[in-house]
C-alpha cells in the first residue's frame, strides 16, 4: 500500500501528539524552490497552485497543508529572504567593506531568476499592502542590518563620527544600487561602477 509523501510513520504517529501534522522538511523546501522558478516562469499574476505542485513533484493537497493560499505561500518564501541574510563584510575598511557588500548585492538582484521575479512582485506590491509588507522586509531590513553593522565597524575604527543620521546613512548605501538593478534595470553595470560607487559612497558618509 502507497502512502502520501507527507504522512507520518506509523513510530512517527506514536511520537506526535493527537491532532498535530507531520511535514517533511524536504518537501517544504521543494515547493519553495519551485515557488520561486513558477514567479520566474509565469509571473504572480499567471501562478497557481496547481503549477507549483507539478514543479514541485507533489500533490496539490502537499502545498495546501502548508500555506492556503498562493498569496501566503508567496509571502512566506519572500520573508524568508530577509532572515537569510547577506554575509557582513570584515576587510578593515568602510570603503573595502562597502565594494563586498556591492559586489554580492549585485550578484544577487542580477541573478537571472531574482531579475525576474522581484520587478513582478513589485508591481504586485502596489496592488497589495501584504505583499508591499514582505517586500520591504526582504529587501531592505536584510541589507540595512548588514548595513548597519558595517558604519557600526567604521564608527569604531574612527572612519566616521558618532551621531550620524543613520536612516540618510542607510537610503545612502543601498538606494543607488537598487535603483541600477531593480527600478531602470541597467542590463549591465559600466565597467569599474562598484568601485566607484564604494568610493563615493564613502565620502558621501564622511560628510553626513
Do not use: C
Not at 518564501?77 to 547577506?86: F, R, Y
Not at 546613512?169 to 534595470?185: C, E, M, N
Amino acid at each position: 500500500m502507497t502512502t502520501n509523501a507527507d504522512e507520518p510513520t506509523t513510530r512517527q504517529r506514536r511520537r506526535t501528539p493527537a491532532g498535530a501534522a507531520v511535514l517533511r522538511e524536504d518537501v517544504t523546501e521543494a515547493i519553495r524552490a519551485a515557488v520561486f522558478e513558477e514567479l520566474a516562469a509565469v509571473g504572480y499574476a499567471r501562478m497557481s497552485i496547481e503549477g507549483i505542485a507539478r514543479r514541485a513533484g507533489v500533490g496539490k493537497t502537499a502545498v495546501y497543508r502548508r500555506w492556503r493560499s498562493k498569496l501566503h505561500l508567496v509571502l512566506d518564501v519572500v520573508s524568508a529572504i530577509a532572515v537569510m541574510g547577506l554575509p557582513t563584510p570584515d576587510t578593515g575598511s568602510l570603503e573595502g567593506d562597502l565594494r563586498m557588500l556591492y559586489e554580492v548585492t549585485s550578484r544577487a538582484l542580477r541573478h537571472p531568476v531574482a531579475s525576474q521575479i522581484i520587478p513582478d512582485l513589485q508591481a504586485e506590491a502596489a496592488r497589495n499592502p501584504e505583499i508591499a509588507d514582505a517586500m520591504q522586509k526582504a529587501l531592505r531590513e536584510g541589507q540595512e542590518g548588514v548595513a548597519s553593522k558595517i558604519l557600526a565597524a567604521a564608527e569604531r575604527r574612527g572612519e566616521i563620527g558618532p551621531g550620524m543620521d543613520e536612516d540618510l546613512a542607510l537610503d545612502l548605501i543601498s538606494g543607488p544600487l537598487y535603483w541600477r538593478a531593480v527600478v531602470i534595470r541597467s542590463p549591465k553595470l559600466p565597467k569599474g561602477y562598484l568601485g566607484a560607487l564604494a568610493r563615493a559612497t564613502t565620502e558621501g558618509l564622511k560628510a553626513l
